[in-house]
């Protein structure tokens, strides 16, 4: 997952990061690979927390890109801060990298994810990321998804809920193609 992550980094890193003069390009890769990072632990954090109704509603409609979403805000916040504090960007500098990478990342990936056409996100891998593998908390991710769920397609097998089964039968729909 992390390496799929940080391909969305370096996809939409170009304009944020290469192409601004506030960054100084021998900085380039290392801020990429810390905004990789920095969603990376920051959606696990919410997951350590018991904040996976944010989590889940990252993955509802079409709010992934937006930067008022609160998930979206809480990450662009996050790396601001980590790039000002690792890299010496100033706070304007560093608000505008994140503000820039954050919302197109959040919202390709999900956009990913809820595509059945699209395997390479897979709800039930970012799931698992996030959670650590613990099945306890990936039951309680899940189990939040599925209020949302239905609104995005990832009713796999048109039940009516989101599952456990769904996520194989994704797996599965994709292992087909």
Sequence with gaps: MFEQ???LVKQ????AVVNNAAVPNEHNEAVMNE??????????GMV?????????????????????NPVVKQLTD?????????????????????GSLIPKVLGSLVN??????????????????VSGGDSQTSGGIMDAISKYGGQFGLDQDGDGQVGISDAVAAVSKNLEV
């Excluded at 939409?12 to 304009?15: E, L, Q, T, Y």
């Excluded at 905004?35 to 696990?44: C, Q, R, V, Y």
């Excluded at 350590?48 to 008022?68: E, H, R």
Aim: proline share 1%.
């Design 5 to 7: 992550l940080t391909d």
């Design 12 to 15: 939409f890193g170009s304009d």
């Design 35 to 44: 905004a990789s990072s920095s969603i990376l632990d920051s959606l696990k």
């Design 48 to 68: 350590a927390s018991g904040n996976v109704s944010d989590l889940a509603g990252l993955f509802q409609g079409d709010n992934a890109s937006d930067g008022s």
């Design 78 to 98: 996050k790396l601001s801060g980590s790039l000002g504090e690792k890299f010496g960007l100033d706070s304007e500098a560093a608000s505008g990298v994140a």
């Design 112 to 129: 990913k994810a809820k595509d059945p056409n699209d395997s390479s996100f897979q709800i039930s891998d970012i799931i698992n990321a």
